[in-house]
């Protein structure tokens, strides 16, 4: 199974990539996971990274594509994934393509979460994140245990940097100029299947559940 993850920020996608991840056997791979381990590393993509992710800009394509090439190479990836937050930009989607074709493993499908803009800032801004094992969890949504800590490893729940709500709304502005161009793309390419992300966990599971035995 070869699945990418398209939604605005806040739509769910790292919440539903666990569970699909889980159910198919694939590997989750979160370019934005990826890039957050780096700045936690200090490492020199880290630091590149850092600016651009602060400010909720995207960080170069170069930067990107260099770190998905790196993560198809291993051992897990050589049959099936699950993208979350890549590609982002229509070039990104463009160096997939053709790295695929190379492959010879051709997408299963783009799954849309369609989610309006005042329920992303919600989910977003009361999001928090585990600084120890990166569980995520809402203040309001998904309530831990006992309030700041996580339930899984007993670690510091935080705020996201980049979900400070002046950041969160320039991401979905960003989102809407350099991401969404590619739901023509891929819609162009017969791919694009729409999931309702309104709801609970489950439901909005079940819907993409659906799909994927379709596409499968
Ligand atoms: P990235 O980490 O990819 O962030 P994002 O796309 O903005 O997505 P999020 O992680 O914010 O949201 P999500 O859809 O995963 O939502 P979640 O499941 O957590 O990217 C961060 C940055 O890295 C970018 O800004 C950029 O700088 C850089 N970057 C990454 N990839 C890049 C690329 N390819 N190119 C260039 N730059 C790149 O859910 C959100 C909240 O809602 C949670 O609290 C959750 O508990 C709650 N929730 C989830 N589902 C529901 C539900 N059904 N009902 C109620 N609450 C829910
Ligand atoms: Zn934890």
């Not at 694009?192 to 992300?197: I, K, N, P, Q, Y």
Request: net charge negative; aromatic share 4%.
């Amino acid at each position: 199974m070869r699945v990418i993850l398209l939604g605005p920020p806040g739509a769910g996608k790292g919440t539903q990539a666990g569970r699909i991840a889980a159910t198919y056997a694939i590997p989750h791979i979160s370019t934005g996971d990826i890039l957050r381990a780096n700045v936690r590393e200090g490492t020199e993509l880290g630091k590149q990274a850092r600016t651009y992710m602060d400010a909720g800009e995207l960080v170069p394509d170069d930067v990107i594509l260099g770190m998905v090439g790196i993560r198809l190479a291993e051992p897990d990836a050589t049959e099936g994934f699950l993208f979350d937050g890549f590609p982002r930009t229509v070039p990104q989607a463009e160096a997939l393509e053709q790295l695929l074709i190379e492959r010879g493993q051709p997408l299963d499908a783009v799954l849309r979460m369609i989610v309006d803009t005042r329920e992303v800032v919600q989910r977003l801004t009361g999001r928090r994140t585990c600084r120890a094992c990166g569980a995520v969890k809402h203040m309001v949504y998904d309530p831990p245990e006992v309030e700041g800590v996580c339930d899984k490893c007993g670690g510091e729940l935080v705020q996201r940097d980049d979900d400070a709500e002046d950041v969160v709304l320039n991401r979905l502005e960003v989102y809407r100029r350099s991401t969404e161009p590619l739901e023509e793309f891929y819609w162009g390419r017969g791919l694009l299947r729409d999931v309702e992300a309104v709801g609970s966990v489950d439901e909005v599971g079940e819907r993409i559940d659906a799909i994927l035995r379709d596409v499968a």
